[in-house]
């Protein structure tokens, strides 16, 4: 099944306490993204990769690193978390082929830092 | 002013009434389209992308004006089922694409 699988789903840490959320696509997808989603604020964009060892900032990449050393995976780390990356966050991937390409999402890691 | 702009609603219809959402965009050098399904608490799901002459799928209805810079979703013969949060997306260049906060929508018996 195709299919982008993050981990974990739920996640409650403590501030400062450095944590890493995985992602993973099977369709062999160029393009990975993470976003995250706050009421009242919807989904911004964080970080993107077109490629392997391509990176670039999304709209609030502060407070977060990513990095794509292979093509289907692309983590999200937070070196420090804080309260105010508390959030629901979506990994995505889509292909950067010709055409029209939507995304197909994770199932999204909840996350409380206290 | 936000990016992409969506009347975030909540549209209440009946089982069977035609429901329209509109979301306009800033960014004139914008490429691509898409309509997202989001039900609650769980991750988004694509729609459908919206293509420049229009198109459909189903029930479903897809718009685009460039001249004024919007998109549109017609759902006609509205089910149950179709209780979700539709978000646009706009992608304006290769990398960055841009969702809107969603339109919430519910559809009673």
């Known amino acids: 099944e195709a299919q982008v699988t993050q981990n974990p789903r739920y996640l409650i840490t403590v501030t400062g306490k450095k944590l890493t959320v995985t992602c993973s696509q099977n369709?062999?997808?160029?393009?990975m993204s993470w976003y995250r989603q706050d009421p009242g604020l919807g989904l911004r964009q964080i970080y993107y990769s077109m490629n392997v060892e391509v990176t670039d900032k999304g709209d609030v990449p502060e407070g977060y690193k990513v990095s794509r050393k292979e093509k289907r995976n692309f983590p999200l780390i937070l070196e420090s978390p804080s309260p105010n990356q508390t959030s629901l966050y979506f990994c995505?991937?889509?292909?950067?082929?010709?055409?029209?390409?939507?995304?197909?999402f994770g199932s999204g890691t909840r996350l409380t830092v206290v | 002013r936000k990016e992409v702009e969506q009347d975030p609603g909540p549209f209440n219809v009946p089982e069977g009434a035609t429901v329209a959402f509109n979301c306009t965009y800033s960014?004139?050098?914008?490429?691509?389209f898409f309509w997202y399904r989001q039900d609650c608490r769980k991750e988004p799901k694509l729609l459908m992308s919206?293509?420049?002459s229009g198109n459909e799928d189903g029930r479903f209805t897809a718009q685009l004006n460039r001249a004024s810079q919007y998109i549109s979703l017609l759902i006609r013969d509205s089910k149950l089922s179709d209780s979700a949060t539709y978000l646009c997306a706009v992608k304006a260049d290769a990398g960055k694409s841009t969702f809107g906060d969603g339109t919430t929508l519910t559809v009673k018996p």
């Open positions: 960014n004139s050098a914008s490429q691509s």
């Open positions: 919206v293509y420049s």
């Open positions: 369709m062999n997808h160029e393009y």
């Open positions: 995505a991937s889509r292909s950067n082929g010709d055409g029209i390409y939507g995304y197909t």
